[in-house]
């Protein structure tokens, strides 16, 4: 089972359900490998404040001072560790990048997508152009290393995992600021940008502008 993941915050929500269903029996058994220096790091840190966290986090705090950890965990820093996961027959392999535009995630597409005995969950919006969006939108072949693959792996999307703020968390925290000049869009899909744009306009007399590639602002 592959699953992309960012490696701040999505990752460690993963790794915390992952837990809850070793805790209760519900996870086959595997060996989980967290397989991003980034997301490994980032780990260690929320480990660190845990206080910081959710209660629901935090019921999983063992003796150690650890929230993730559980027996079939394993994190692989090195190359060579990552390299060792392809001989693993039965696992599940975190990896990033999210979107698939990247990282180790890539080197697993290659040697497991072609497998209809594997599967790939979503777990993250996948934007217009990336390799994830290609998979999701059902492509029979992908490019990796400059090698034809075909996708035989099964695909499954879990939605509900977004950590970002929906259209009217976004205007409730403009409206929140006492003074506040230009607004700029510089994330998100074009046609979202222009929904978005007239609504704040809709509501506040701020001038509102979706920023192009390459443009140069001047504040």
């Known amino acids: 089972m592959l699953i992309p993941s960012f490696a701040i915050e999505r990752t460690q929500e993963i ?4 837990k809850g269903m070793y805790d209760s029996n519900a996870l086959p058994k595997c060996k989980v490998f967290l397989d991003s220096p980034m997301a490994i790091r980032a780990t260690s840190l929320y480990n660190l404040y845990h206080d910081e966290l959710s209660k629901c986090c935090n019921d999983f705090l063992t003796r150690d001072g650890t929230i993730f950890e559980f027996p079939f965990l394993e994190y692989t820093l090195k ?11 039965s696992c599940i392999i975190i990896a990033g990048s999210g979107m698939c535009t990247g990282g180790r995630i890539l080197h697993h597409f290659k040697n497991r997508l072609w497998n209809p005995k594997n599967a790939v969950i979503f777990v993250g919006y996948q934007a217009y152009g990336t390799l994830g969006r290609k998979i999701v939108e059902g492509a029979e072949f992908v490019k990796l290393y400059h090698e034809k693959v075909k996708v035989n792996a099964k695909v499954h999307t879990i939605n509900g995992f977004s950590a970002h703020a929906d259209q009217k968390e976004l205007l409730a925290w403009i409206g929140d600021f006492e003074s ?14 222009e929904v978005f744009q007239k609504a704040i306009k809709a509501q506040f007399e701020n001038h509102v502008h979706i920023v192009k590639e390459g443009e140069r602002i001047t504040l």
């Not at 790794?15 to 992952?18: E, G, R, T």
């Not at 190359?79 to 027959?89: A, G, H, L, V, Y």
């Not at 506040?180 to 940008?193: M, T, V």
């Open 79 to 89: 190359p060579d560790d990552s390299k060792k996961i392809n001989q693993e027959e």
């Open 180 to 193: 506040l000049g230009d607004i700029y869009l510089i994330h998100g899909e074009k046609d979202k940008q």
């Open 15 to 18: 790794l915390c359900i992952l």
